[in-house]
């Protein structure tokens, strides 16, 4: 069997995430998102040990504060920000063990280079005790979905933006995610959503919830922001063959005047839970109830994720599973 990333619905070793720990990166935000972020390991702990990476002496006070007795380990490393599921390793699997693989980190194609964050997967391969095998093509994990088969969905926004891997066509991208990650069938989608300054990352579009089951959002109305992007995803994934299931979209979630990219669909499937992001929109309760149809075995909790998104992502995009 080829080594690969399993699916995120696998048993869990742990949980890696990080607490926010830089005032001038999240101003009047950051204590809101710490406590965001704590609610989020608190419930993600009740199944699984949650190891958090806290930058400075002050974010570890305040998350030794907010957790408690909670199964947390704190590892004291200087990140940039707190988006681990981009800038840590994606954890490998196979019949002879596990590996962590490590790609080129550009910073969101060259938008936000902050001091630390291209150390973070070497820190925590070793804080693990893992191999890390690197790789030196620009590739975040988030960029990615997979159902643990050897199928993977993306978006052309993304993985063929120029601002990424500018030599690399599509067929060269697949041969990489073939030969790294022991991918073999790439489903393309096309744009992510408005305003994301990831350049459309699948992980708040598109996500998987069973093998070759995907989910994907549906509209709020007809001025949801992102109708058309939606019904692109549904044309491109019927069409090549898997069953999909709906989640409620948000619609338009406005910030100062800004549609910011608010998505139930960055949801994080740990041991015992589903942590889904609310935003207090009419679809909370909806979507919550959806995503609980897709894992009976799980407790699905909503959870609102307002104060994260002013960085630029949810619970998802800050966390990065460890398989057992």
């Known amino acids: 069997m080829t080594a690969r990333q399993p699916a995120e619905w696998a048993r869990h070793l742990a949980t890696w ?14 204590e809101p998102a710490q406590a965001e972020v704590a609610a989020m390991v608190r419930a993600i702990a009740a199944g699984e040990r949650v190891e958090l990476l806290v930058a400075n002496d002050d974010a570890a006070a ?20 707190i988006w681990l599921r981009d800038t840590g390793p994606l954890f490998m699997a196979s019949p002879h063990g596990q590996a962590a693989a490590g790609f080129r980190f550009n910073g969101w194609g060259g938008k936000y280079d902050l001091p630390g964050d291209d150390g973070v997967a070497a820190f925590i391969a070793g804080q693990c005790k893992l191999p890390l095998a690197r790789h030196g093509w620009v590739l975040e994990g988030g960029a990615i979905d997979v159902d643990g088969t050897g199928l993977v969905v993306t978006t052309e926004q993304c993985l ?40 459309g990352h699948v992980d708040n579009l598109a996500r998987f919830v069973a093998p070759g089951r995907l989910a994907l959002p549906v509209a709020a109305g007809p001025d949801d922001p992102n109708k058309d992007v939606f019904e692109d995803a549904w044309d491109r994934a019927r069409d090549f063959g898997l069953e999909v299931v709906p989640v409620p979209s948000p619609g338009k979630v406005e910030v100062d005047g800004r549609i910011v990219p608010a998505s139930h669909m960055n949801f994080y499937i740990a041991n015992a839970v589903v942590v889904v992001p609310l935003y207090g929109s009419g679809s909370d309760d909806d979507a919550v109830k959806a995503i609980a149809e897709f894992f009976p075995d799980r407790q699905v909790v909503g959870h609102r994720a307002d104060h994260i998104l002013t960085g630029g992502g949810s619970f998802h995009c800050i966390t990065q599973q460890q398989p057992k």
């Open 17 to 30: 995430t990080a607490f926010p720990s830089h005032g001038e990166l999240w101003q009047e935000d950051l």
């Open 62 to 81: 305040a998350a030794r504060a907010l957790l408690g007795d909670a199964n947390v380990r704190l590892h004291h490393y200087g990140f940039g920000d």
């Open 160 to 199: 063929l933006n120029p601002n990424r891997n500018p030599r690399m066509d599509r067929h060269e991208v697949e041969s990489h995610l073939r030969r790294d990650l022991g991918l073999d069938r790439v489903l393309w989608l096309g744009d992510g959503l408005m305003n994301d300054h990831t350049d």
